[in-house]
């Protein structure tokens, strides 16, 4: 049996006190946070990337979730620019990431050079997406199957 505490926690009443200051209840706050296994959309946003060799990369900037499917599809990691100047998009297959504990990050085996190849966009791109065409791309270039 998993003798992590929160294994223990059946209800409500078993995470104890959980009212802020002004006696407003925040257990959503800790029960949609993080565990052992699961995270926060909200938590994944701003998390850096590395690749193999340790070199940030960038940082999470959204999660593309199938609706259909009810998974991930990929994590959108902005890239370069300065002040949102010049910076990229670049969708990265959700299964192709690890989590580092102890970076606090996630990894994906590209080199920078891997990386400028990958597809990617711009801000202004984003308006003018045909998702048919940039899934293929996707899944050509990473090999992953279809979401």
């Known amino acids: 049996m998993d003798e992590t505490p929160h294994a223990k926690i ?3 009443a078993d995470l ?9 209840d925040r257990t959503f706050d800790v029960v949609t946070d993080e565990n052992d296994t699961l995270i926060s959309a909200a938590k ?6 590395y690749n193999g060799a340790g070199e940030r990369l960038g940082s999470i ?19 370069g620019g300065v002040l949102g100047i010049g910076e990229r998009y670049h969708p990265l297959p959700w299964a192709r990431l690890t989590f580092d504990d102890d970076r606090g990050g996630y990894n ?8 400028a190849d990958a597809p990617h ?27």
């Open 44 to 49: 994944v946003i701003g998390t850096p990337v």
């Open 108 to 115: 994906i085996d590209l080199s920078p050079a891997e990386l």
């Open 61 to 79: 900037d959204s999660l593309m979730l199938n609706k259909r499917a009810g998974r991930i599809a990929y994590a959108v990691m902005s890239f």
């Open 121 to 147: 966009f711009t801000r202004e791109d984003l308006e003018r997406i045909d998702a048919s065409a940039h899934g293929t791309a996707l899944r050509d270039y990473y090999g992953t199957t279809s979401w």
């Open 16 to 24: 104890g006190d959980l009212t802020d200051g002004a006696g407003q």
């Open 10 to 12: 059946t209800r409500k």
